[in-house]
């Protein structure tokens, strides 16, 4: 096995080893990890902060294209601006941080009274809830994406239009968090405590497998332009001497 498929298959272990730990914490001992999980505890910021650092890593790989131009920048930016509203959304733009009272109009409107969008009841409605948004994105970025990236065509295409493709080996913090979600979301409520308690840890799971996409984006983006921007270098070395 080749040292790079095996840091691969050691990344998609590590992320099922952490799966499989949250799950046998829930399973074990759930009154200790429901108190990790409420509104502004530690798993929600720590989500907020990798939303954060995802999106600047998305930044960082849209820059390594500015030389093609905004078109080939474009996927990238527009993953760094989602990352950057999954931020914001995650900890209702920092309302409870700085103090702000949501107007009483937008508190009736939102299922937990805050100042975000999806927990207003209208999206809620409309959409069907959250998991209509992270169910695809869990299934799209762990299993279809990297699927797709075997055919030589499509590879081809989402290469040439610089569109970030995330590595085979997340599928398992992806997936994870679906599974977390479903799989526990009556187990926790069952017990009596909050319906806010499965949700934060597959949150947080989404959340650490979309920085890792975005680390392996900027990872791979600068290293292609580097190896791209040495090639006319070493050819001038090579005439000069």
Not at 18 to 24: G, I, Q, Y
Not at 63 to 77: D, I, N, Q
Not at 129 to 150: D, E, I, K, N, Y
């Amino acid at each position: 096995m080749r040292a790079g498929n095996r840091s691969d298959w050691a990344v998609f272990a590590a992320g099922s080893v952490l799966v499989a730990s949250f799950a046998l914490w829930a399973i074990a001992n759930p009154a200790t990890l429901a108190p990790t999980v409420l509104e502004d505890g530690p798993f929600e910021n720590a989500s907020a902060v990798l939303y954060l650092l995802a999106a600047y890593l998305f930044a960082r790989t849209a820059t390594t294209h500015r030389s093609a131009g905004l078109v080939a920048m474009a996927p990238a930016l527009a993953l760094a601006s989602a990352m950057f509203v999954f931020a914001g959304e995650e900890i209702s733009w920092g309302q409870r941080l700085i103090g702000i009272v949501t107007p009483p109009a937008v508190a009736a409107a939102n299922v937990q009274g805050e100042l975000n969008l999806h927990n207003m009841k209208a999206i809620i409605a409309l959409l069907g809830g959250q998991q209509a948004v992270t169910t695809p994105l869990c299934f799209g970025l762990g299993l279809l994406a990297p699927s797709m990236s075997r055919i030589t065509a499509w590879r081809e295409f989402v290469r040439h239009r610089h569109i970030p493709v995330p590595p085979w080996y997340l599928a398992s913090l992806f997936l994870g968090s679906y599974a977390f979600g479903r799989t526990f979301h009556d187990h926790f409520r069952n017990l009596g405590y909050q319906r806010t308690t499965t949700p934060e840890v597959s949150e947080f799971l989404l959340a650490l497998a979309l920085w890792a996409y975005a680390f392996s984006s900027a990872y791979t983006s600068t290293t292609r332009s580097n190896a791209a921007t040495d090639v006319p270098r070493r050819a001038l070395a090579t005439r000069s001497r």
